[in-house]
């Protein structure tokens, strides 16, 4: 409901702009607003521009474009995952968590999901399910990733020993790398 009280207040403060003092001119006889974009020219892709706002640590920023880029195309596997990502990135594990189970159902073999979710559960302290499913990531990824297998035994290594305590302390997070692909690094 504030959303759309918002909608409105800006909506009316861009109509007020349009007077012919110097708002946005109609363009020719069409009483409908302009598209924003100059003619010709597309909007950039909002799956896109989350993917740079990720990587400038704005992930707020990253979820409204990932859920611009929903509205555009849809909840693709790309786009689930990107949501979840943005989400474990600002400590919303829970919904992260469902977001990712969702894109893993959308498509079983997309690896950034399967990672992502992994990812999800070594934070909230879900050891055992996230070794297996770094080891379904590392499965369906022919065990190309060096980040995937990093990640894979450092749960195992937890899971055999769990007052496992790795002398860097480290941590995961998520690293964007090419067009919808997430690599696990650990921060140190």
Same mark, same amino acid.
């Given at each position: 409901?504030? @959303?759309?009280? !918002? %909608?409105?207040?800006?909506? #009316?403060?861009?109509? *007020?702009?349009?007077?012919?003092t110097?708002?946005?001119? &109609? ?11 100059v ?27 990932y859920?611009?880029?929903?509205s ?17 990135? @600002?400590?919303? !594990? %829970?919904?992260?968590e469902? #977001?990712?189970?969702? *894109? ?8 950034? &999901? ?10 909230r ?10 080891k ?29 305590d ?23």
């Open positions: 409901m504030t @959303l759309r009280i !918002l %909608g409105l207040v800006v909506a #009316i403060g861009l109509l *007020a702009g349009c007077e012919s110097g708002g946005q001119a &109609a363009m020719g006889d069409s009483p409908f607003a302009p598209s924003g974009t003619k010709g020219e597309e909007a950039v892709d909002g799956l896109i521009v989350g993917h740079r706002l990720m990587e400038a640590k704005e992930y707020e920023m990253a979820l409204k474009a859920m611009r880029s929903a555009e195309h849809g909840l693709t596997v790309d786009v689930l995952s990107a949501i979840g990502s943005a989400n474990l990135q @600002l400590g919303r !594990l %829970g919904q992260a469902t #977001i990712l189970r969702r *894109a893993i159902e959308t498509d079983e073999t997309f690896v950034p &999901a399967w990672n992502n979710l992994g990812v999800v559960l070594m934070e302290g879900e050891v055992a399910e996230a070794s297996r499913v770094f379904a990531a590392f499965a369906l990824d022919s065990g190309r990733s060096d980040a995937i297998r990093d990640n894979l035994r450092l749960s195992l290594a937890k899971l055999e020993e769990p007052a496992y790795d002398s860097d302390n480290s941590e995961f997070s998520l690293v964007r790398r090419g067009h919808g692909q997430f690599l696990l690094l650990t921060k140190h």
